[in-house]
């Protein structure tokens, strides 16, 4: 067993937990962070991206011990005073979302997208989406969602959410 | 105390109008409950131990090591389980002879195939289950497998591997329908032999490839076998047809049996299962006494959760020599896999009635043998039969344009029921009620610039350009709606097709909406709230639309085949109206008026001529009090309706694919896709657009992407998202997409389904759009998925080329090959 303290959301948790212990089990299991969920095991759905330290990262696909003293933002932690964040009302103006099983993974990746390209052409939002699959909405309104994110969201509060993690 | 329910009633309807989604709220803020989520005191996880050969008998399970770890409650297989373990069902055995192999949800002496259940560790964490199902030992005696389709299905003939050997044969059912016989049209054979002495004939043979369904949330399953009710959570589609099932399996009363669909990640099919790993986790929690929870992995998912698709399709096609379509013979081979599964054979049945799809054939015969194999059982995909007979018929009509040499558009103009001739009953026996496929092409055409492309495509082929373009087309009908009940009893069907919805009129003024439909994806909480909104006259946001819980929806049949708004919503709809009428004599008390004189509109009785009214609201709170009702009056406005759809629904559209294909490289690019749907009246056109969307990059994959591919030795080999290739954002485009509308008349609303209208369509557009591309180099088909290599090859080798199957070995992940030697693969074909 291995302690671990870190912030997630912007609360401090602190755990004894396994080595082998995945970022993802860490945040399901032990935190309750349940909005952030598992698609597969080969690291190809990006259901469970995250942001550790402001970049978003596949959370099946990093050791819970590698978040040690580290800030992790999740889903859940997106909206603040019941005020959601410009991305979450992107998608949901632009029916980007069915299911809403890749969703989390989606707007936590298009989030980062947008930190780092906060007025990307359809295709650089095609390819910064690449690492997180769909099943439902055949992306259309997904890539028109961060469009739209981009155009109405204020790129400080985009931005600001890594930072404030 | 009473929110007013009043809607002036020159608000907007909210039918047509494109709310934003009422669920989305939870799902973007990670407020979820997946039933993977659910924690319960006490609650024991478990791992599968599965086989890793397609066909075995199990000669030793060692399971001492895996019982005597740290946290392991307990290790089950087969053996230990008797009859409370209960079998897998088929509900739709389709011919009275079919042979249906005994399938155990766990078999204690012999495996069908690699992924099946032989044992299972039950512990206190998921992850101390899995380390200790890594140390139970079997041992196997491997047997024959049948893995080929065609090889399976000449087995009798050949001597080749028996799947079931005790059924004695791979073959399980041969179901035929013949327009002569049936009295719907004439003798096919008789409308072949006469088109080859004066006229055309085109026999073609299509491969539907293997495909995954491949929803995004693996399965998960939680029994709680505690209190008076066992209950089940589960990511299924239908927990009505579950508890129905369990309790016929397990000898559980079904009024003991409590099954809920929480929040469910997408099914497409794929969950519309009664599946081995839910009838395990049900034992295993009644055995120990205590909560289970069982969740997959996503390799376990794709090797164990069904497959669809797996046929093989040969097509004769009759016609005259100006291209007038006079018959269709159809022979299936369709592989079920290891198992009949829940509704198993029945999917290429549901393409029996759609292989004339639009045309005016007059003679029609269709025949599909099923097969079993030792490979993933197979049952329904999105469109699930449907699919197949669109494939087939619209490339098979591009054909017969060839052959006649005119456009594919003219050819199909020339044999479509036109607009007028509806409601049309066709050559299968159906009588499609609205359409017209006219006005969708037209639209369809305008949209997609089909002059101007065709001048292109003219231009490039002529000055040789490496880059062809090609133009594919597909005028598609389907049948859905799922479905007459007295229909699904004349096919052998183990159930109905009616569905059911309950209004409740809360004191406060609220509405509660119960529906028997059970979303996963779809949006029915919104689009439910929007055709009760308009119905009773109330707000948007007072209505709470509950689903998913055989405790709360206690009466449903779920959702799939393009049912829910068709059926269910028409159900909703009588609910409502029902409603209404106890509402009314209310009403006229309150007003002191006469019944007769009273008008409903916009949520409010009104005394005619009068200001007087009475908003149903108000009248919901006074029926709680109760205080002053009419004599004898029951105080509820509370209503039911179950509804069993009179016909089927017959969507249809015109979708035109542009693909560019390098002929040096045979890579791809979707240049342009745009479809126009006749899917009736349109209750949100914001979540139709996404069905669209979703639909199409479905079809899409499998004509370019997706397959499903086995080994000489059984194993799946893309059996992990690395291998199953699933599209990305940036594999796909946007979409141009339009709607003419046909209202239906078969229901209230006017609605037609939607769910699985792109799948259904867009695969034949994409290839047909691909040949197209390259004929001139004397190709006339490639296999799906329409690979760069498939592609390259049929243009180096003309009309041999493209058509093998994807070979059986899982694609090297990093280029071990030394320089210089990799283009030797291939390059002969």
């Known amino acids: 067993m291995t302690r671990i303290s870190l912030t997630v959301d912007g609360e401090k948790v602190s755990d004894d937990i396994e080595a082998r212990m995945l970022l993802v089990q860490y945040l399901r299991e032990k935190v309750g962070k349940t909005g952030t969920v598992i698609g597969c095991d080969t690291s190809n759905c990006g259901a469970c991206t995250v942001h550790l330290n402001g970049q978003s990262v596949k959370s099946c696909n990093v050791l819970a011990v590698q978040a040690d003293g580290g800030e992790v933002a999740t889903i859940e932690g997106l909206a603040t005073n019941g005020e959601l964040h410009p991305v979450q009302t992107a998608f949901r103006e632009c029916h980007g979302l069915q299911c809403g099983f890749c969703t989390p993974g989606m707007i936590m990746q298009s989030i980062d997208l947008l930190a780092n390209n906060p007025h990307p052409t359809e295709e650089e939002v095609r390819v910064g989406l690449e690492g997180n699959l769909c099943r439902c909405t055949g992306y259309h309104n997904i890539v028109r969602a961060v469009m739209y994110a981009a155009e109405h969201g204020s790129s400080d509060s985009v931005q600001s959410e890594g930072a404030s993690a | ?829």
């Not at chain 2, 000669?59 to 297989?77: C, P, R, Y």
């Not at chain 2, 959702?559 to 709809?573: D, I, K």
């Not at chain 2, 209750?683 to 139709?688: D, F, K, R």
Request: aromatic fraction near 6%; charge should be negative; proline fraction near 5%.
């Open chain 2, 1 to 829: 105390m009473t929110a007013t329910q009043e809607r002036p009633a020159d608000v907007q309807a909210e039918i047509g109008r494109d709310r934003r989604r009422k669920e989305d709220q939870r799902l973007i803020t990670g407020r979820t409950r997946w039933t993977d989520n659910l924690q319960l005191n006490g609650m024991l996880h478990l791992a599968m131990v599965r086989s890793p050969f397609p066909h075995a008998t199990i000669t030793n399970i060692e399971t001492s090591a895996a019982k005597d770890t740290t946290n392991v409650v307990a290790v089950l297989t087969g053996k230990d389980f008797g009859e409370e373990l209960g079998v897998c069902i088929n509900a739709w055995p389709i011919t009275p002879d079919q042979k249906t192999p005994a399938h155990s949800p766990m078999p204690a002496d012999r495996v069908a195939f690699a992924g099946e259940i032989v044992a299972v560790v039950v512990a206190r964490t998921a992850a101390e289950a899995r380390d200790a199902a890594e140390l139970v030992e079997v041992d196997y005696e491997e047997l024959p497998a049948a893995l080929e389709l065609k090889a399976a299905a000449a087995a009798d003939e050949n001597g080749g591997a028996i799947a079931h050997p005790d059924l004695g044969t791979n073959k399980s059912a041969l179901w035929v329908f013949d327009s002569g016989e049936a009295g719907t049209g004439g003798d096919v054979e008789e409308a072949i032999a006469s088109a080859r002495t004066d006229g055309i004939v085109i026999e073609r043979e299509y491969r539907q490839q293997r495909l995954i369904p491949a929803f995004m949330e693996p399965r998960s399953v939680v029994v709680d076998p505690t209190g008076e009710q066992l209950t089940m959570w589960s990511a299924t589609q239908i927990p009505h047809i579950l508890r129905f099932a369990l309790a016929a399996t397990t000898g559980v009363p079904e009024s003991k049996i409590r099954v809920i669909a929480p929040d469910v990640g997408g099914g497409f099919g794929g969950k519309l299962q009664a599946t081995p790993e839910e009838w395990i986790t049900w034992a295993v929690a009644r055995r120990l006494g205590k909560p289970v929870k069982y969740t997959e992995t996503r390799s376990e998912s794709l090797i164990s959760a069904h497959h669809g698709r797996d046929q093989w399709q040969k097509l004769t096609l009759a016609a005259q020599k100006d291209g007038t379509v006079t018959g269709l013979k159809v022979e299936l081979l369709a592989d079920l896999g290891a198992y009949v599964a829940l509704v198993g054979g029945g999917v290429p049945v549901l393409g029996a009635f759609m292989f004339n799809s639009i045309y005016k054939f007059p003679a029609y015969h269709f025949a599909c043998q099923t097969v079993l194999t030792n490979k993933t059982w197979t049952d329904a995909y999105r469109g699930a039969g449907r699919p197949e007979a669109t494939f087939a018929i619209e490339r098979i009509m591009d054909e017969l344009a060839v052959e006649v040499g005119v456009d594919p558009l003219e050819v199909r103009e020339k044999n479509w029921i036109k607009h007028e001739e509806f409601p049309f009953t066709t050559v299968a026996g159906l009588e499609y009620d609205t359409g017209n496929y006219e006005a969708a092409t037209e639209r369809a055409k305008e949209m997609f610039g089909y002059d101007d492309l065709r001048a292109e495509q003219k231009r490039r082929r002529e000055a040789n350009d490496p880059v062809q373009l090609g133009i594919g087309i597909s005028t598609f009908t389907e049948m859905c709606g799922l479905a007459p009940s007295r229909v699904l009893g004349s096919l052998d069907y183990g159930a109905g097709g009616w569905e059911s919805a309950t209004i409740r009129m809360l004191a406060t003024g609220k509405v509660e909406v119960v529906t028997g439909s059970s979303a996963h994806g779809q949006g029915h909480e919104t689009a439910w709230s929007q055709i009760v909104a308009d119905r009773l006259g109330v707000a948007f946001e007072d209505i709470e639309v509950l689903h998913g819980d055989t405790q709360v929806s206690a009466k449903g049949l779920d959702t799939y085949g393009s049912r829910s708004l068709t059926v269910g919503g028409e159900a909703l709809v009588r609910a409502a109206d029902k409603v209404i009428e106890k509402a009314r004599p209310v009403a006229a008390h309150m007003l002191e008026a006469s019944v007769d004189d009273l008008e409903f509109t916009g949520g409010r009785f009104s005394v005619r001529g009068t200001d007087q009214g009475v908003a149903i609201g108000e009248i919901a709170t006074a029926v709680f009090a109760a205080h002053d009702l009419p004599d004898g009056m029951e105080p509820s406005l509370d209503s039911e309706a179950t509804y069993d759809p009179v016909n089927f629904s017959f969507p249809h559209g015109t979708h035109l694919c542009a693909i560019e294909v390098d002929t040096e490289t045979g890579a791809l690019k979707i240049r342009k896709y745009v479809c126009c749907d006749d899917i009736g009246t349109i209750i949100n056109p914001l979540i139709v657009a996404g069905q669209i969307h979703g639909g199409l990059v479905q079809g899409i994959a499998q004509a370019l992407w997706e397959e499903a591919v086995y080994d000489e030795n059984g194993t799946l080999v893309s059996g992990s998202f690395v291998d199953y290739l699933l599209p990305t954002a940036a594999d796909t485009i946007n979409f141009d997409i339009d709607h003419t509308t046909s209202p239906s008349t078969t229901n209230t609303l006017g609605t037609k389904g939607v769910g699985e209208a792109g799948t259904i369509a867009s695969t034949p557009a994409v290839v047909n759009a691909v040949v197209d591309a390259i004929r001139h180099f004397g190709v006339t088909d490639i296999q799906m998925p329409c690979t760069p290599e498939r592609v390259w090859k049929a243009v180096n080798g003309g009309t041999h080329g493209g058509t093998e199957d994807t070979e059986g070995a899982a694609m090297p992940h990093f280029d071990e090959a030394e320089p210089g030697n990799s283009s030797t693969e291939g390059a002969g074909a």
